[in-house]
């Protein structure tokens, strides 16, 4: 596990395990084998030079530390939280407007007109969570330019309304870093997708036509797999070690809950929101139908979801995206 505490000066690979990454695969091996074959390292290397030459994603990169920030305060008083949140006037004022909707509940008549009435009433670590989750969600549509950046910025909001309402059906003890960890679960495909977008369309050809999932793909053909990247660069961040932590992909779908930590519960949780915000949704409905069953059965023994529950968590979390488009600036035709 990564320690968040610690600088990450330089390209710290090893920082994540990524022992194996110097093994081709098979599939790498069979993968365009006239092409020159992308050493992960310069790879990453030119990633971070990016990140750090284009403006907006230099400003998510600067604005992240207030989200760090937030993340990191855990034994702080809800005084100096709030002195944080209040710090970005549009993120108090769209934090308010969600709080006083159905998107967390309607606690008041009256209505919740301070971040400090919105902690008491739903709690220090609600509010702190809501405002991280909110304010990484907003620079990831912000910085989002093309439709594909889009409708990945709404699965990942999707997947983090669904991966919280779970935590909560299950009464999870430390399940803070849920909402965030979720909402960052394929920041590394986001990222190539964004910086290297024919490295993305190799890796999506890769997934069609040797039928491997976007984990191996990536994998066979750079090198370091989407996941790997999504948090190396998070550790570059310094988010907490526990959030990076439970951005690691299942691998062992026969692992059952009872072996579990409560860290790779969130985990599981996060793979399970995860498979099914990535439904096609334009396909029939009972193609969709039959794909919710094999998902639910997947995670039966880990988490328990029923197939009629696990359309009620899509339905209820596409529902708030609706009724909050407004306040979250999405279109969603075009979503």
């Known amino acids: 596990m990564i320690d968040s505490a610690a600088p990450h000066a330089g390209i710290e690979l090893d920082v994540i395990d990524l022992s194996q990454s110097d093994r081709i695969s098979p599939a790498r091996k069979n993968f365009r084998q006239d092409s020159q074959e992308i050493d992960y390292k310069i790879f990453v290397k030119d990633i971070l030079k990016k990140i750090l030459t284009n403006d907006a994603f230099l400003s998510f990169s600067v604005q992240i530390r207030d989200v760090n920030k937030i993340l990191k305060m855990k034994y702080s008083s809800a005084n100096d939280i709030a002195g944080v949140i209040l710090k970005d006037v549009a993120l108090t004022t769209k934090l308010l407007k969600l709080v006083n909707s159905s998107f967390y509940g309607q606690f008041s008549n009256k209505g919740i007109s301070t971040i400090s009435e919105a902690m008491i009433i739903l709690g220090t670590e609600e509010i702190k969570l809501a405002a991280a989750n909110l304010k990484i969600y907003e620079l990831m549509q912000d910085i989002t330019n093309i439709k594909i950046l889009k409708k990945k910025t709404l699965k990942a909001l999707q997947r983090s309304i669904i991966a ?157 995206i609706i009724k909050h488009a407004s306040i979250l600036k999405i279109d969603i035709k075009k979503g």
């Open 164 to 320: 919280r309402q779970i935590a909560i059906d299950e009464n999870l003890k430390d399940a803070e870093t849920i909402q965030i960890s979720a909402m960052l679960y394929d920041f590394g495909e986001y990222l190539v997708a964004l910086f290297s977008p024919e490295v993305f369309i190799n890796i999506e050809i890769l997934v069609d036509e040797k039928n491997l999932s976007r984990e191996q793909a990536s994998k066979s053909v750079i090198g370091i797999s989407y996941s790997e990247l999504g948090r190396f660069v998070a550790s570059k961040w310094n988010l907490p070690s526990c959030v990076i932590y439970v951005m690691r992909p299942v691998t062992n779908p026969e692992m059952g809950k009872n072996t579990l930590s409560s860290e790779d519960v969130q985990r599981y949780i996060c793979s399970f929101s995860n498979e099914l915000c990535s439904l096609e949704s334009s396909r029939e409905g009972e193609y969709i139908g039959r794909e919710i069953v094999k998902i639910s059965a997947a995670y039966k023994n880990r988490l328990g979801i029923p197939a009629s529950k696990s359309v009620e968590l899509l339905k209820m979390s596409w529902n708030k």
